[in-house]
């Protein structure tokens, strides 16, 4: 789990957890001034030691000092070391023995464990050095576990001498190895307090070692270690790759992986249980018609119809207007109806069959099990003769019949003798009650449905004709028609088939937005609303169009080309004032002639190339420069085949694309031009 | 496969109800309800009902309102066989409503021409329609492109007996 964050001013109680905001700073991971090369601080000399500035062998400082002839002295690092519980150290430190006698003095390094309280738990003590045979420093070495319960440890070097002896020992070079916490792992703080208490508006200095406590305004926080247990899950059963072949009969195993099913069945199989459909729920039991009596399950257990004092039966039969066969069953607060065609009785209902008993009995009868509904006060129930209802007087059960039903009983009647088993609710957001008569008769007519898109046409060119898709209802569609706007002129619709047909001769150009309604033999109908644009600017191929005077920029204009192949030629005629002519095919410029004329041809004091840069310029087009017409161009001669200065350009068409375009850039005042774009010619395209 | 329902509603004067008839173009199976709404099943089709619904949809999308009437048998308003004069009428309800009345009961066909009014005519002057008849029956017609109930309904007549 994870614990709340502390929180400035916030009242704890006792033994709440936190963790901190700011964690505090790691401890230590080596110990401090263990060299002494610091001089005597954060050293803690106990018996007759002392700091010295003694220098062995080797130029190791050996600043622990016991003098001759005093029994035992030491010293203690002040580093804590924290180190998690079950993990080791390692403290290693040298001893000089000078010259002292072999055993006559000894040192060795210490570990010293202490709890959160500061309380000493444990002291691991290492090898003892007891001889330095030629002046030589050697290590003690002490490998040391964490036990239970301590927060912390500090390391040191413990120096012993037998009393008589007059020589000094030294030690030092303090040095520590293994596995430190830096900070305990899973860190936290728990108030310890006696009373419930707010904590300060800042942080408190939050101590890093276990155990250790700190004061925070009315709150007192102890460093733990929380503890966590985690769980995995593994599954103990699962099923198999693929579907196992189940079996079919009652009992019968399959192994599906690691688990094997058993084939139960989904009915109650107690053969007491009558399984007829008059069933209604009541007291914790399932009551259920079966002709002369009612039978009831166990309480609570539906699959149960036999256990003795428990589940057993209503004798309707052997009481008042119990002749008939039982026919229906309701509620009616918390009562038990039971209906059979001639009447009904009302029985108390109770967990324990000893409580049940007749209340009442009317002969007001139905056969209609699913007819019945609490409403409100009333219980509404279908007759013979319609809907009546039982209401309740007043505090006794006293049952009179009603007659709401009576403004719609000959309607109700009217679908009693030819309709299935009726249906009632009763819907209480509606303060309503429902009685439905299902009964066969013809679905509702599905009405016929319309769609497509017609394309464009073109001017005094025969249109491509569609159909569009037209899909039946219930019954035959008779006919299509246009119910609003209109086709294009010169277009036909063919009213039994939906179809625009072929061949017809657009006579206008412009867009043409019409509805369509396609109607059945019922008289159902849907509509399509559509827009056809008969093009303006659609010429055949091989013929010539001509311009002269003002400014043509561009004129554009479409060509049939036609679905065949081949060759297709560009004648063009231009003079001195500058044209370009373009062709467009299947979206690409096939055909581009650039500006033809007279570049140097000087009109009005300028010639036409310095005309056509600054139109360029002034329209933010780019530069151009004119390519020289044909000089054998005769003035006035507009005539493509007789004029000997006709210019000429072609494409190969390899698709079946019918219309080209044709644009002719004449930006000068004053142009002329002739253009006719040839129908492809098989024999040129493919020789 | 249709479902014929009758709705009983219950109002809030005590046992008075009212039914009503629809025809669903749709078998309903089962019925659950679920919050305060109800569903109907059909097959595989789950339908919840409307309350808010206006309309019949004769056609899938195309929803039609239909016209509520409001119906009184020829009352006598008083003594029988004595005309009585009738000079306006005052209605409670929501929704617009039409309101033509029957001046001859041996005529079933014989109203004057409905005459739409607000919904609630109550403030301001009566609406005027004089008449005399020795019975009346009014008729209320909604025209159903708003929901409409009807709530009362006040004749303003003058007994022509002589000493009445």
Known sequence: ?687 | MTTHAFIYSMTRIGQVGAWSRYEFPFDVDDWTIAGDALYLRSGDHIHRVDPEALGDEVAPGEVQPFPGLVQWPWLDFGQPGVTKMLYGFDVVGEGAVSVSLGIDQRSAGLFTPPYTVPADTVPGNVIPMPLAAPSLSVRLTYDGTQAWQWNALGLYLQDLRGMS
């Open chain 1, 1 to 687: 789990m994870a614990y709340p964050v502390w929180q400035p001013g916030t009242l704890y109680q006792p033994g709440d957890i936190v963790v901190p905001i700011t964690a505090p700073s790691p401890t230590a991971t080596a110990v401090e001034n263990g060299d002494f090369s610091a001089g005597a601080s954060n050293w803690d000399f106990t018996g007759a030691a002392f700091y010295s500035t003694h220098v062995s062998k080797g130029g190791w400082r050996t600043a622990v000092e016991l003098p001759g002839n005093q029994p035992s002295g030491g010293a203690l690092n002040q580093t804590k070391l924290v180190v998690p519980v079950g993990k080791k150290i390692t403290a290693t430190c040298l001893i000089d023995q000078g010259a002292s006698i072999a055993g006559a003095t000894r040192g060795w390094v210490e570990v010293h464990w202490f709890s959160g309280t500061d309380v000493l738990l444990r002291v691991d003590k290492g090898n003892q050095v007891d001889s330095g045979a030629g002046g030589a420093v050697h290590p003690s070495t002490c490998e040391s576990t964490c036990p239970e319960g301590a927060a912390y440890c500090r390391a040191g070097i413990e120096l012993w001498s037998v009393a008589d002896h007059n020589h000094a020992v030294w030690g030092g070079n303090l040095q520590v190895d293994g596995t430190f916490a830096g900070l305990p792992s899973d860190l936290a703080y728990k108030a310890v307090q006696p009373e419930s208490g707010f904590s300060d508006a800042s942080e408190p200095a939050w101590p890093p070692v276990l155990g250790q406590q700190v004061v925070d305004n009315e709150v007192t926080w102890e460093a733990i270690a929380s503890t966590r247990v985690v769980w995995a899950a593994e599954p103990l059963y699962v099923s198999g790759d693929t579907e196992p072949e189940w079996p079919e009969e009652e009992g019968g195993m399959v192994k599906d992986g690691t688990v094997t099913l058993r084939a139960v069945s989904r009915r109650v199989e107690d053969p007491n249980c009558p399984n007829t459909k008059i069933v209604a729920i009541a007291a914790s039991k399932v009551f259920c018609g079966d002709d002369d009596i009612v039978r009831y399950s166990a309480t609570v257990n539906p699959l149960d119809w036999s256990t003795d004092n428990d589940a057993g039966y209503l004798p309707t039969g052997l009481q008042n207007y119990g002749a008939n066969p039982v026919t229906a069953m309701g509620l009616y607060r918390g009562n038990l109806i039971v209906f059979n065609a001639e009447a009904f009785q009302l029985w108390q209902v109770d967990e324990e069959p000893a409580s049940m008993a007749l209340l009442d009995a009317l002969p007001m009868g139905s056969t209609h099990h699913h007819a019945i509904a609490p409403v409100s006060n009333d219980l509404l129930f279908l007759a013979s003769q319609g809907v009546r209802t039982l209401g309740i007087a007043a505090s006794s059960t006293n049952f009179q019949a009603g007659d709401v039903g009576m403004p719609v009983d000959p309607l109700v009647q009217g679908r009693m003798e030819n309709s299935v088993e009726p249906a009632a609710l009763y819907y209480p957001a509606m303060g309503q009650y429902w009685l439905m008569f299902p009964h066969a008769g013809a679905p509702p007519a599905v009405p016929p449905q319309i769609s497509g898109q017609a394309p464009d046409g073109e001017y005094d060119f025969p249109y491509d004709g569609y159909a569009y898709t037209l899909t039946a209802g219930t019954a035959p569609i008779v006919r299509v028609s246009v119910v609003d706007g209109s086709l294009p002129p010169g277009l036909t619709l063919d009213r039994g088939t939906g179809t625009l047909e072929a061949g017809g001769v657009p006579t206008a150009p412009g867009s043409y937005q019409f509805v369509l309604r396609v109607e059945d033999a019922n008289g159902l109908y849907a509509d399509l609303a559509d827009e056809i644009h008969i093009g303006a600017g659609a010429i055949a191929c091989g013929v010539s169009s001509a311009y002269s005077g003002g400014q043509s920029f561009p004129t554009e204009f479409e060509v049939v080309l036609g679905t065949g192949t081949g060759t297709v030629t560009l004648d063009y005629l231009t003079g001195q004032n500058p044209d370009r002519f373009v062709v467009t095919f299947d979206g690409v410029d096939v055909i581009d002639t650039g500006y033809v004329g007279d570049p140097d041809y000087i009109e009005g004091g300028q010639t036409y190339q310095q005309k056509l840069d600054a139109y360029m310029l002034a329209h933010g087009l780019p530069q151009e420069d004119i390519n020289m017409f044909n000089p054998a161009y005769v003035e006035g001669d507009t005539n493509l085949d007789t004029n000997p200065g006709t210019m000429h350009a072609s494409f190969v068409k390899s698709s079946p694309t019918s219309m080209a375009t044709v644009k002719i850039y004449g930006p000068l005042p004053g142009t002329g031009w002739s253009a006719r774009l040839g129908c492809p010619n098989a024999d040129e395209g493919n020789p």
